[in-house]
């Protein structure tokens, strides 16, 4: 299986043109759109969502990951291996959690030069195909790294700010609720939020933390949109509070 | 086939992973999306929606169907078996219209209990792996019910509202035009609309109603958006007038 | 492959069941959406973005394309095919630059009759069953135009206009880059715009026009929205100045 996470939409060609090269380079590989909305051009926040989102995902899935401000300027391209999972784009830190949290993990500067690449669309042109021969399980098309300059140390484990809003509007933070004291309260914009347990816990209009389907507290109004209600956004910093 | 009708969106990791599911567990089962905007928390509108579009669909289909404001609250899990259709979500009135046209219908309560349910996501971790197991054609997971607690009779049989804004920007209301006299008039937001057959009867910028490609009764202007020109949002009530 | 170019969106029904007909008479084939938000009712504008995103695919690609403001009026219904790519849809000029640029191109009027024919949605109907038996080999079903009223001859090689809004905010236009001098400046919305070859030789907010991954010239703001930010849309003209 195939996992697109990436900032490129999927109304426009960018979307479509991936999944041209996935279906003819790895036919009868199912492929998903995991993220086409992942914050856009900032690989920090989109790295604590990926590093939440793909664990969920089988040994063997290969995400083809590109949020990729700098693409044709200079950073690596990157294959890397971490728990079994496959993870094909920029050396821009995109990997820094999925890597940093593994129980082993391996990385690979790609040398694969296609025919054509163009100077804006890598995605395309060198992480699709690269994915569609992980996907098909042909050898990694690169070398092993000795180096550490795609990690990132200086990143903390858990990232105090807002990294995603869903359709809903609620507002996902870069905090695994593991990682939170049971009775811990959440400062973001202005405001304190009590933890809850589900939606259903909580009256109509109320505004709550919670731990999502993935593990990361989120910030959400009960049959509301939190980003509105509370004029939230991906990068503001969100604070953990002991509750008292 | 597996039809996904839901409120999600596409663009974030709801509709994803829930094809991650299917994709695992129903391999060379095609997916696709016929409505990924239903209503939001509108299980009554979204009734009247997907009674209406799920018919064009051969037996055998399985709509995996998730508009679930109550989720993690009371409300039972089901399944539907509707003139040789599969319906998978929660019993919160989503099939009503779906059961209550059918010549034959029966409904199951969910008993499958996942190793891992979440609170807030039993669509991935409840919904899709049954109606994965349906489209595998295996028996429903759940004991027959005897009871009518899912039903919904004090609805209408064609509800009076418009349940959907189209990405055009069209009005389509819960009516079925056939239950419609031929020259009714529509009344919406203050105003009378006239019926057409086709967009091309009409001048540009002209508002009118017409049956739609799925036989509900749909408000729109030539080359214009209504929903933005006339005011029209969902639940707005809609009226039908005699035609003089 | 079906590729599908329409301005349907992605989240309502019409695409979904585009793709449930494609599925059900093409089984194994894969389909993907290269554009769903194709400039709307501008079958114009459309054209010259399926003029340079179409020939990046392989020969046999089948493409479902439909932006038919006059659905249900007079016009063709029409099959093409030019380089060895299939084209389905209305014969409003949506092909008419696929066809100039090609060097062999056909044209069929579909004479295919289907059981039901809506008034409002030909793309589900009538042109995707022609493009799922395209798909599977099978003979056009329809018969050779020997005139050229599908054609537009007074249309221009290249189209000095906005055509597409990306999901960056960039603004595409009509204009292959490989027919402007090297050094030559574009304007719109009042602005004068260097060319640059990659998004990192600008410094963030600097606007400019480069060649995109499809040969087309697009306007773009380095880290920034060309739309917001510059105030263009689709339809905005577009003018080449020789640089100095």
């Not at 098909?136 to 990690?151: A, T, W």
């Not at 939020?193 to 993935?214: I, K, L, M, Q, V």
């Not at 509105?228 to 604070?239: D, F, K, P, W, Y």
Request: proline letters at 7%; hydrophobic letters at 45%; charged letters at 20%.
């Amino acid at each position: 299986m195939i996992a697109l996470f990436t900032d490129f939409g999927l109304h426009g060609p960018y979307t479509g043109q991936m999944k041209a090269v996935l279906y003819r380079m790895a036919p009868g590989v199912p492929v998903l759109d995991l993220f086409a909305d992942a914050p856009a051009g900032n690989p920090k926040a989109a790295a604590y969502l990926l590093g939440a989102y793909a664990p969920w995902f089988e040994a063997g899935t290969v995400f083809l990951c590109v949020v990729d401000p700098g693409v044709g300027g200079e950073r690596p391209a990157l294959i890397v291996a971490a728990d079994g999972r496959w993870y094909v784009g920029p050396g821009n830190g995109l990997f820094e959690l999925v890597q940093r949290r593994a129980v082993t993990a391996r990385s690979w500067e790609i040398d694969f030069k296609p025919e054509q690449l163009s100077a804006s669309f890598h995605g395309r042109d060198l992480f699709a195909p690269v994915a569609a021969n992980l996907a098909r399980r042909e050898v990694p098309p690169g070398r092993l790294r000795n180096d550490s300059d795609d990690r990132r140390p200086d990143w903390p484990d858990d990232l105090g700010e807002i990294v995603y809003i869903d359709h809903y509007g609620n507002a996902i933070t870069g905090l695994r609720a593991a990682t939170l004291p049971r009775n811990a309260r959440l400062n973001a914009a202005g405001r304190l939020f009590e933890r809850a347990t589900t939606f259903s816990d909580c009256p109509p209009g109320a505004a709550f933390w919670y731990e999502n389907a993935n593990g990361l507290a989120e910030i959400a109004v009960n049959q509301g949109r939190a980003d509105r209600t509370l004029g939230l956004a991906i990068g503001n910093v969100v604070e953990v509070v002991s509750g008292s």
